[in-house]
């Protein structure tokens, strides 16, 4: 291990990981301030590709601890990725970069501000529900839309969600202080969850409810979290994953779903408030309007088969032969008129409905097995389908196989 020339910058605070030991180390100037935006820094290394560069000192945060990585740019060329490598941070760049030992950066701070808000929301929220319902967070995951923490629990009542987001809200309205200190593992007290490894750690607190082991970036108080908004929950295996969004993401949430209830509401005709009562009273007339046409319908096919029935001429064997083609119309229309005439007497039923190319066979008759004669006629046109001895149905690839799939009953 090469020697190394450590640089106290803000003594005694900043832990001896977290301070750049040599040249080849990226000093990460977010673990101090999450609200620097600007920076120079130093190129120390180039990446084969070009557009990877490393630097002395950096704002940018990587992908890590659940938390996306920062856009903005570097000398004015924008960065597609920020990538954690342990001792450095690899900055990607969306064109080559420029020559020069030195770049100044720019990190994008609507999208930073972003992450801190949902990051530090996550920890609001980790920490009333351990404190107030004895539910752990064990995992958690920022997204771009929306963030979700994983709890240790396989179910969660509406109530206990609901009073969660009423708790946080509140802790955001107070507000409290949400700081940064760097302490010992083995002196540090207070902490959610024992701390992950030996040496000193980062340690972000709010006050008087949460002190947790962190790398992240968060703000300087719950305030400027805005606001949390729970969305929904999941069972994932033994946890539920509970989805929510702070910020601006919690009002354009709100403000979505308020969009879409004016919406469903001008479309219906109600007020918002009769949504659900006029939404329960329609489906259940429609259920009772598709119930009624049923009857209907078969009520009809039971006249137009025996219309049909009695029109056509038997032949030597006293069967019947009926050929109906549809333009449109739906396999269960074709399906009852086929079992209305086949219950009038000795049949043989054929029906097609033109798109998509589909045929359905029916027979009374017991020299023909419908089921499988018709399984062997779709076989040689490439179709598919299949069916009982008495009623099938089956599509094929086109017109011309449809015509010739009737002809073959011929
Ligand atoms: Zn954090």
């Known amino acids: 291990m090469p020697a190394r020339r450590v640089t106290r910058q803000r003594a005694p605070v900043v832990p001896i990981e977290f301070l750049c030991y040599d040249a080849t180390m990226t000093e990460r100037l977010y673990y101090t301030d999450a609200y620097l935006r600007t920076f120079s820094a130093r190129i120390t290394d180039r990446a084969n590709d070009s557009r990877t560069i490393y630097l002395d000192r950096s704002a940018f945060y990587p992908t890590s601890g659940g938390q996306l990585f920062d856009t903005g740019t570097l000398a004015g060329i924008a960065v597609t990725d920020v990538v954690d490598e342990g001792d450095r941070i690899a900055h990607i760049l969306a064109a080559p970069a420029p020559a020069g030992d030195t770049v100044s950066g720019a990190v994008d701070w609507t999208r930073r501000f972003d992450h801190m808000q949902q ?174 046409r049923r009857e209907l319908v078969t009520a009809l096919d039971v006249y137009h088969a025996r219309e049909r029935f009695d029109a056509a001429t038997p032949d030597a064997n006293g069967r019947r032969r009926f050929l109906e083609r549809c333009s449109n119309g739906s396999i269960e229309e074709l399906r009852s008129l086929a079992q209305a005439i086949l219950a009038l007497g000795p049949a043989l039923f054929i029906g097609t409905i033109a798109m998509p190319p589909t045929i359905v066979v029916a027979s009374s008759d017991a020299a023909t097995d419908a089921g499988a004669t018709l399984k062997q006629v779709l076989a040689d046109l490439g179709g598919r389908g299949g069916g009982n001895a008495r009623i099938a149905q089956g599509t094929v690839p086109d017109a011309a196989a449809l015509d010739s799939a009737v002809n073959a009953f011929q």
């Open 119 to 292: 990051h530090t929301g996550q920890h609001l929220l980790s920490a009333i529900f351990a404190d107030r319902f004895r539910l752990d967070t064990v995992s958690v995951h920022f997204g771009a839309t929306s963030s979700t923490l994983d709890l240790d629990t396989e179910s969660l009542s509406h109530n206990t969600l609901l009073a969660a987001e009423e708790i946080a809200n509140a802790a955001i309205a107070e507000p409290r202080a949400v700081r940064v200190s760097f302490e010992s593992a083995s002196s540090a007290t207070g902490l959610r969850k024992p701390p992950p490894r030996d040496g000193e750690l980062r340690i972000v607190t709010i006050d008087a409810l949460d002190r947790s082991a962190c790398g992240g970036t968060h703000v300087r108080s719950t305030a400027e979290i805005g606001a949390l908004l729970i969305r929904r929950t999941e069972r994932v295996r033994k946890t539920t994953r509970v989805e929510f969004v702070c910020g601006l993401r919690a009002v354009r949430a709100a403000r979505s779903d308020q969009e879409l209830v004016a919406a469903l509401a001008h479309a219906l005709a109600v007020a918002p408030a009769e949504l659900v009562a006029t939404a329960i009273v329609q489906r259940d007339e429609l259920r009772a309007a598709r119930s009624a």
